[in-house]
């Protein structure tokens, strides 16, 4: 039997919404599996959380960078993070963040590459964040990047929680190639990335969604749904409609909207395609939040929980 500490029920606390008690249930009776708690807890009905969510924050800043080519677009979007929320309003880093991303625009690798290249004015990324460090007095690191080159085509990004143009909480980009007006292209980029910003898709397509997340939620569909006692036919078809909502829900191309929930975005790519003459196909997006999944001190949480839970 593993142990149930005080750190795992927070956690799962955390992940879920759901009460101590509950959730140190939900441990015990899966020997303290966190995903498997989550899923048990989900059965019961007692949350509603679609995937996992990880509260964690770090300080700093995400900043994008867009350049056009041609026919085509390239962007680059990274995290620079740093130990205090104040630091992000601090002029130096956020011109190291914008220097960042910029030169992300042309590394064809991941953070280790960027940090190796250099700057527009020729000073190598790590030696300028190193310097950032010995002058502001955080510890700073870049921690993540992601980046697009389309053409012919356009990248629309967008920038939530803006502290500064370009720089902000949550950065997206949101590939598209299409041989129609590249401005046009652009802006209807930014509208999706917009979207994106706000609900937070898993994948681009059914085709790309994890596998093991569909079968997951269908695990957990089948039983709600054997729980409410109907017969074998009628749950295989419940179960069968709650995928399909599940696609909705999670997956970009088959969400709908924001801006218009009439219509899918998928819809709404194909409309603008009509409306420029030209064929369009979105081919990724990436959405960078702040200090995502970045683990965070536990607290001393242990007597709060031995007083809701007898100690054990």
């Known amino acids: 039997m593993a142990e149930i500490t005080a750190a795992l029920v927070k956690d799962l606390r955390e992940k ?6 509950d959730c140190k249930k939900a441990l015990v009776e899966n020997n303290g599996d966190m995903e498997a708690s989550i899923d048990w807890l989900r059965a019961k009905g007692l949350s509603k959380a679609a995937k996992k969510a990880d509260r964690a924050a770090a300080e700093g800043l ?4 867009t350049r056009k080519d041609g026919a085509g677009m390239s962007a680059a979007v990274i995290e620079l993070n740093a130990e205090t929320d104040f630091v992000a ?3 130096l880093f956020q011109s190291a963040a914008r ?3 910029v030169a992300a625009l042309d590394v064809a690798g991941g953070v280790e590459d960027i940090v190796a290249a250099s700057t527009a004015d020729g000073e190598v990324i790590s030696e300028m964040v190193t310097q950032l460090i010995a002058t502001i007095g955080e510890n700073m690191m870049v921690r993540r990047s992601a980046s697009f080159s389309v053409s012919p085509g356009a990248v629309g990004a967008y920038v939530h929680n803006a502290v500064a143009p370009d720089l902000g909480k949550i950065g997206v980009l949101v590939a598209l190639e ?5 401005a046009a292209l652009q802006e209807l980029g930014r ?3 917009m979207h994106v910003a706000a609900t937070n898709p898993m994948s681009l397509s059914t085709d790309d969604l994890d596998q093991a997340n569909v079968e997951r939620e269908r695990a957990v569909f089948t039983e709600q749904a054997l729980a409410s006692g109907k017969p074998e036919s009628v749950v295989e078809k419940m179960v069968e409609g709650r995928i399909r909502k599940f696609y909705e829900e999670v997956v970009l191309l088959k969400q709908a909207f924001v801006m218009n929930p009439d219509q899918t975005v998928e819809q709404l790519v194909e409309a603008a395609g009509k409306e420029l003459g030209a ?3 979105v081919v990724g997006f990436v959405r960078l939040a702040l200090g995502e999944g970045v ?3 536990v607290s001393d949480f242990a007597a709060e929980v031995a007083s809701m839970t007898g100690g054990n």
């Open 191 to 193: 509208k999706i990335a």
């Open 62 to 65: 995400i900043a994008i960078a």
């Open 16 to 21: 879920t919404g759901v009460g101590m008690m």
């Open 178 to 182: 299409g041989a129609g007006d590249q």
């Open 99 to 101: 220097k960042t991303a």
């Open 295 to 297: 683990a965070k001190e």
């Open 89 to 91: 309003r601090n002029e």
């Open 279 to 281: 064929p369009i196909k």
